[in-house]
C-alpha cells in the first residue's frame, strides 16, 4: 500500500529557507491520476493547505503562501520537495505530504477540487535562533 | 480565522449520534464537494469522507456526510470512545484558488 514519509531539518532559523522531502514508496509518483501535496499544522492548531504538484512539475500554491513556496518533484528518486523562503516563528509546525486525488478527465487529474489521501505521519519543523 | 466554519467542540455519550456542521459561502462548499478528516490524538489526519458523502474502504458506515447549500455535515451514529478526535471539512474555494479547511471540532465521547 501506498505510504508517504517527510523528511528534512526539524530546526530551521529565522528568515532561512526550509526544506523537506516526501518520499513516495508503495506505487509510483508518475501517475496520471494524483497530484501530491503539502500540508501543515501549527501546534495546537488547524490545517493549512501548501500546495500541490503533479508528476509532470505542474504546481499550484496557496496565494497566502505563493511568494514563498516553492514545490518540486523528482519522479527519478519517487520523492517530492517543499522550499519555503524566509520563515518565521509562524511558520513552525508539523508539515505533512500527501496524495491528491480529484476530478479526472480521460484519465488525467485535474488541479482544483480533490482530497488528500493517504498522508505521511508529519513532520515537526520549529523555527527558532 | 477559517474559510469554513465548524463548531470548536462536541460531545456525545456511547452509542449516540452526533453531527458536526461545516458551513462556507457559494465559492466553496456552495460549488464543490466536501471532504472530511478524522485526526485521532497525537496522529496525522486520515480521509474520513470525500465527494459529500463517499467513504473510503475501511471507514464504518457509521460515519456519513451530506451537503446542502454552501453547509455540510458529518454524522456519526453508535458513537464509540474510539471516535474522539478532531474533525475536519475541506473544500475547493473558486475565489481563493486554494483547498480551504475548517477550523476543527473536537469530540469527546462522555
Known amino acids: 500500500q501506498l505510504q508517504l514519509q517527510e523528511s528534512g531539518p526539524g530546526l530551521v532559523k529565522p528568515s532561512e529557507t526550509l526544506s523537506l522531502t516526501c518520499t513516495v514508496s508503495?506505487?509510483?509518483?508518475?501517475?496520471?491520476?494524483?497530484?501530491w501535496g503539502w500540508i501543515r499544522q501549527p501546534p495546537g492548531k488547524g490545517l493549512e493547505w501548501i500546495g500541490s504538484?503533479?508528476?509532470?512539475?505542474?504546481?499550484y500554491y496557496n496565494p497566502s503562501l505563493k511568494s514563498r513556496v516553492t514545490i518540486s518533484v523528482d519522479t527519478s528518486k519517487n520523492q517530492f520537495s517543499l522550499k519555503l523562503s524566509s520563515v518565521t516563528a509562524a511558520d513552525t509546525a508539523v508539515y505533512y505530504c500527501?496524495?491528491?486525488?480529484?476530478?479526472?478527465?480521460?484519465?488525467?487529474?485535474?488541479?482544483?477540487?480533490?482530497?488528500?489521501?493517504?498522508w505521511g505521519q508529519g513532520t515537526l519543523v520549529t523555527v527558532s535562533s | 480565522q477559517s474559510v469554513l466554519t465548524q463548531p470548536p467542540s462536541a460531545s456525545g455519550t456511547p452509542g449516540q449520534r452526533v453531527t458536526i456542521s461545516c458551513s462556507g459561502s457559494s465559492s466553496n462548499i456552495g460549488s464543490n464537494t466536501v471532504n472530511w478528516y478524522q485526526q485521532l490524538p497525537g496522529t496525522a489526519p486520515k480521509l474520513l469522507i470525500y465527494s459529500n458523502n463517499q467513504r473510503p474502504s475501511g471507514v464504518p458506515d457509521r460515519f456519513s456526510g451530506s451537503k446542502s447549500g454552501t453547509s455540510a455535515s458529518l454524522a456519526i451514529s453508535g458513537l464509540q470512545s474510539e471516535d474522539e478526535a478532531d474533525y475536519y471539512c475541506?473544500?475547493?474555494?473558486?475565489?481563493?484558488?486554494?483547498?480551504?479547511f475548517g477550523g476543527g471540532t473536537k469530540l469527546t465521547v462522555l
Open positions: 475541506a473544500a475547493w474555494d473558486d475565489s481563493l484558488n486554494a483547498v480551504v
Open positions: 504538484i503533479y508528476y509532470s512539475g505542474s504546481t
Open positions: 500527501a496524495r491528491r486525488w480529484g476530478i479526472t478527465i480521460f484519465g488525467v487529474v485535474t488541479p482544483g477540487p480533490g482530497w488528500f489521501d493517504p
Open positions: 508503495g506505487g509510483s509518483i508518475s501517475s496520471s491520476s494524483y497530484y
